[in-house]
């Protein structure tokens, strides 16, 4: 089911032709997973246990929170300017 929506979402602007991203902390992302790394996107699993398709693994939602942070944070100006149409 997730996959299947994850698939729906790269279908549509602003997500066609870009990376997708999926974390997920439960044995039913492992369905998000996979489709992520069949579209060459970043799969993480956050508190890892036991086998998972993901990619990469953080230990906490606090290390998931800080990775987004780290990776996808843009001051307002630049974030809102940068998701404009023209």
């Known amino acids: ?6 698939r729906r979402f790269m279908q549509l602007e602003p997500f066609t032709g870009r990376r997708p991203v999926f ?7 492992e ?3 996979e ?5 060459g996107g970043i799969s993480i699993r956050v508190k890892p246990q036991g086998e998972t398709a993901a990619r990469f693994a953080i ?13 996808f944070a843009e001051p307002a100006a630049q974030a809102s300017s940068r998701n404009l149409v023209a």
């Open 1 to 6: 089911a997730k996959g299947a929506a994850i």
């Open 23 to 29: 974390l997920g902390d439960d044995t039913s992302d």
């Open 31 to 33: 369905n998000g997973f």
């Open 35 to 39: 489709t992520v790394n069949a579209a």
């Open 59 to 71: 230990e906490d939602v606090a290390g998931a929170i800080a990775w987004l942070e780290a990776n």
